[in-house]
């Protein structure tokens, strides 16, 4: 059976920490703020209110959240003053090593030998932190994105000695938030931010080398292969688009930049073994060839109305001002 988790505590009340509390608060858990101080906690909680009363109404928040946080979100004075009660801590604390090492060791002496220690870290391994910590078995690294409340993927990182129970605990803790968990490996960056970060330099790099300006590359990115992402990963998107397509442009990509840009190993190998993705069946995802009816449908309805939505919302509003 799966340890419940009741009542916790966010240490670290900030952008982050703030919405990882809204979140978990309004599945019905009892929720410690705390921060540096115990100023900024109640600080950060008179935030928290206000923000949810206006994303209530607004309909962000569903009708009552705002009387659920104010009930079960609570400013503490510090760790040490609730320590005893919490079964789960998320450490919400800015992206320091330091700082990290010497929160998650005061976290560690406030709590119960059987409370969980989540790190909300965003590139730091758990294999870096864990050693730091007496007991590293119920310790992992619990990866929410930004803004919390509204984007659904959290990443589970188990370390090396992370005890199977205290990872099930935490993927239902936040599963129960409306969150889609997915157990990723202990490397930097984890998959999100190792992906972003690469698509994010090489976009520095666009600029810099003069081929287009940052809002060309925006202009580009969200309207045509971030379109898609929204509602593909890249394997799905490879595989429709036909494995073949992409090892020929890599080809080309390759006699441009060099080796960088050459056709990965795992794409060459089922390329010359016949294997094109969903057009022959396979790919990275094992698509048969019977769902390419289907997904086409799936794919064009639901393009569709992402357009729509787009052309509801109206362009960003990059040059507004509050008021
Ligand atoms: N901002 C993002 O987009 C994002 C996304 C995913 C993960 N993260 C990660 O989440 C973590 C927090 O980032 P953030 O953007 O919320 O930072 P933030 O600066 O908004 O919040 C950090 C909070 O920690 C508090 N704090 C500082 N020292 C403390 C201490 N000794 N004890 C307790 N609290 C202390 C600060 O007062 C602040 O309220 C980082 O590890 C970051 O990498 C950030």
Redesign the pocket.
């Known amino acids: 059976m799966t340890r419940k988790i009741e009542t916790l505590a966010v240490?670290?009340?900030?952008?982050?920490?703030g919405g990882i509390a809204q979140s978990l608060a309004l599945t019905g858990c009892t929720v410690y703020l705390?921060?540096?101080d115990a100023q900024?906690a109640r600080d950060?909680h008179a935030r928290l209110l206000r923000e949810a009363e206006a994303f209530e109404s607004a309909g962000l928040f569903p009708a009552g959240s705002t009387a659920t946080l104010k009930e079960k979100l609570i400013a503490a004075e510090s760790i040490e003053a609730i320590g005893q009660r919490v079964d789960y801590v998320a450490e919400?604390?800015?992206?320091n090593l330091e700082?990290k090492l010497d929160?998650l060791k005061r976290i560690e002496a406030a709590v119960r030998p059987d409370c969980i220690i989540a790190t909300?870290?965003?590139a730091i391994p758990i294999k870096t932190m864990a050693p730091s910590l007496q007991h590293p078995s119920r310790f992992l690294g619990v990866?929410?994105?930004?803004p919390a409340p509204f984007v659904p993927a959290v990443e589970i990182i188990p370390g090396a000695d992370t005890s199977e129970d205290v990872v099930a605990a935490s993927e239902a803790l936040v599963q129960a938030a409306g969150k889609v968990t997915a157990r990723v490996a202990d490397v930097a960056g984890f998959v999100a931010n190792r992906l972003q970060f690469a698509l994010f330099k090489e976009a520095v790099a666009v600029v810099e080398e003069g081929l287009a300006t940052p809002e060309d590359v925006d202009k580009v990115v969200s309207n045509s292969f971030g379109f898609r992402l929204a509602l593909f990963g890249p394997f799905a998107i490879a595989d429709m688009a036909g494995l073949d397509v992409y090892a020929a442009s890599y080809g080309s990509l390759e006699r441009q930049y060099g080796p960088r840009f050459s056709v990965p190993a795992g794409l060459k190998q089922r390329v010359d073994q016949g294997d094109l993705g969903l057009k022959t069946g396979g790919g990275f995802l094992g698509l048969p060839p019977s769902c390419a009816q289907p997904l086409a449908a799936y794919r064009n309805k639901a393009y569709q109305r992402l357009m729509q939505l787009r052309q509801e919302l109206g362009e960003p509003p990059f040059g507004a001002s509050e008021g």
């Open positions: 240490v670290g009340s900030g952008y982050m920490g705390t921060d540096a900024r950060s919400v604390v800015p992206e700082l929160v909300n870290t965003s990866h929410w994105m930004n």
